[in-house]
């Protein structure tokens, strides 16, 4: 089946409600679950349509890969993951969480390239590689924790959440690559040893993580196969200047053309990045991510909303209806070819029979096989090759024979010759009621042979399944008795251990109630407005009313743009105390003190400390993007 059509329409147990990109593995859409009378809840559906997806090997991936579905979990890993066919076209769909996946924010939907700040594109990379450590299971069955990680496998919320899905399909997309349009799309991002063998590894998911990380940075995708290449020259994308010094270290050991030479420790590869994230000048956080979205999208989220509540009340009773419609008219077209079917219609003289379409003189070919073609076809094809057969035989070899021409004698003298009697007109092919009888006996026999012969394989194939099934339930059966046999020895014998472990735990535990309680006691109780380090306080402020800043007509006339940090003193009641500029752009356009006047008017949130109100420092980042 194709996916392609209007829109609402059913799609297996979905309704596709949105269309949100097309990319050479197919399309992407907005998706309700049509069980009920209402369209939720919403997925994120990939329908993998595309001309260069190779189904042969797709498939049998997206089998394998379901096993492990359950057991990938993580911050980063998305929700509610489903593989699937319909209609022998597969897909992949996830919880839908309003926002857009990667490679759309990367396009910026129709507003040209948006940079993003080097503590986003960090952030961002850090899920990713978080993502790469849920994946753990398919790298031991599949190769790596993902292996094809690519933007449009990435989503990012409205509200700065990072997920990723697709995980253990890279051995079935990896082939498509092989179509220039599909490597011209994917091969930036996929390693040049891994577009060589056709096999997803560990290290090339770090790769593909790098050149995801670069093009945040950049703006621009690295050239596929070019790897650490790419590094010469190059600038962010959010204000033109050098890319730094240990922001191309980094990529450099992602982006290593040579895998010996390139990390293959994700974690290790996490580590390294977070010490920049959090260690450098940068101010990450989910809460900044998402003032980024909003501030970038604030029109297409406000359309999402409207676009949601409208398809939430989409009744999909019609739709199936007029599939079912669709469906009966299917199986009435085939009714009527398998009664066409049944009255034979023989070729004499080497025509065709009426409704015969042919090609340059010759019958038109069928499809070969059976596999997919409904028996009526196969039948209508034997009575065709029968009706000629039946000519054959009956018509030209049958009892009905004309009579053989006279030999040749020597000349021989006579009188006036007699006339001779005009012969009687023989009934001979379509107009021989004989022939029409033994060729619809012969008709019905075969049909009768080619009905059994398919009851038979379909009789054959049912206790295949049956035995199959069998067997493996038995082979369940005997796998539980075994486990539960394992666990009941296992119980015996570790009875007194565990009992000792018990207690040994319980003891420690004991130890550490009267320690914890000890230096609680210790610790001087604060009060109401004492000053806390951010770092130390049970719930840090949080923004009730935010101020944006007004960009300067200095920094309009230059076009400066970036981020600009705050340090902001929020009292206990929640206002900003004292404020005063951590980091200004550069050059200096008057950003720093439009940024002190607008976080003046903010409130949040007081921290608190214990159930105590206090005051505590914070860093509030406002980012000025000007075209």
Known sequence: MSSSGPIPRLF??????????????????????????????FLLVRVFEGAGVDLATLVPTMEEASEYLEEVRGPAVAKGAVLG?????????IEYVPGRTLDRLFSGEGQGSIPLPVEHALLIAEKLLVALEAGKPFEKKMGAPHGFLT???????????????????????IPALKKPSVLAAFGPYIAPEVVASGKPT???DIYSAAAILFQALTGRTPAPGGGSDALAGAVLAVDGSPLPDDLGKLLARGLAKDPAQREKDVVAYRKSLGKLLYGGPYAPSTFNLAFFMHQRFE?????????????ETIDPKPLAAAEERKDKEARDRVQAARAAAAVPVPVFGGGTSPGTTTTGGRPAPKKPGLGGIPVPVVAGGAVVVLAVAGWLILGRGGAKQTAAPPTTTAPVAVA???????????MVGKEDPEFQAQLQARLQEEMKKVESQIAKEQAAAARKRAEDQAALEEAARQTREAEEAVRMAR????????????????????????????????????KEGDLVDVGQVTR????????????????RSRKVSGTVLVRVLVDESGRAAQTEVYRDTTPKVGLGEASIAAVKQWQWTPATKDGVKVKTWIVVPLPFVLK
């Open 491 to 526: 119980d015996r014998a570790d009875k007194e251990e565990a009992e000792r472990l018990a207690k040994e735990a319980a003891d420690a535990r004991g130890r550490e109630d009267a320690a914890r309680k000890a230096a609680e006691a210790a610790v001087p109780k604060v």
């Open 540 to 555: 840090q402020p949080q923004a009730t009313k935010i101020v944006k800043p007004e960009a300067t007509s200095l920094a």
């Open 202 to 204: 560990a290290a090339g």
């Open 12 to 41: 297996g147990p979905y309704v596709l409600t949105r269309h949100l990109g097309t990319d050479p593995l197919g399309s992407v859409y907005r998706a309700g679950t049509a069980s009920g009378a209402h369209l939720a809840p």
């Open 299 to 311: 029109k297409a989220i406000e359309k999402e909303r409207k676009e949601m509540g409208q398809e």
């Open 85 to 93: 066919i319909v209609e022998e076209t597969p897909f992949a769909g």
């Open 151 to 173: 933007p449009g496998f990435v989503t990012i919320s409205n509200d700065g959440d990072v997920r990723v899905y697709g995980a253990g399909l890279g051995s079935g997309l």
């Open 416 to 426: 006036t010759p007699t006339p001779m009697p005009a012969p009687t007109p023989m």
